[in-house]
């Protein structure tokens, strides 16, 4: 996992602090419903990075949060298809 110090970006910061703790939260939880209903919070999270207004095509740091984040939604989304297929 990549360490959080090495984008420089507050917005980042906040949001993988949150995603973070919802991260663990699903890992924690054993049914699925309880880790998608938390994957639909995860989602609302990453929409923050991905509709970020501070983004910038040619930074790096932008890139790398911007790739986090859809990771992060892709994982979201397969716990939530998961739950749907239950």
């Known amino acids: ?21 919802i991260v663990e939260k699903i890992n924690n939880v054993k049914e699925v419903q309880g880790k998608a209903e938390l994957a639909e919070e995860m989602q609302n999270e990453v929409n923050v990075i991905l509709l970020c207004p501070e983004y910038d095509e040619n930074d790096l740091d932008c890139e790398n949060c911007r790739f986090i984040a859809s990771l992060r939604k892709k994982t979201a989304d397969l716990i939530i298809k998961a739950n749907k297929l239950t």
Request: charged share 20%.
């Open 1 to 21: 996992m990549m360490n959080n110090s090495k984008i420089n970006c507050s917005i980042f910061q906040k949001q993988e602090s949150v995603m973070q703790d």
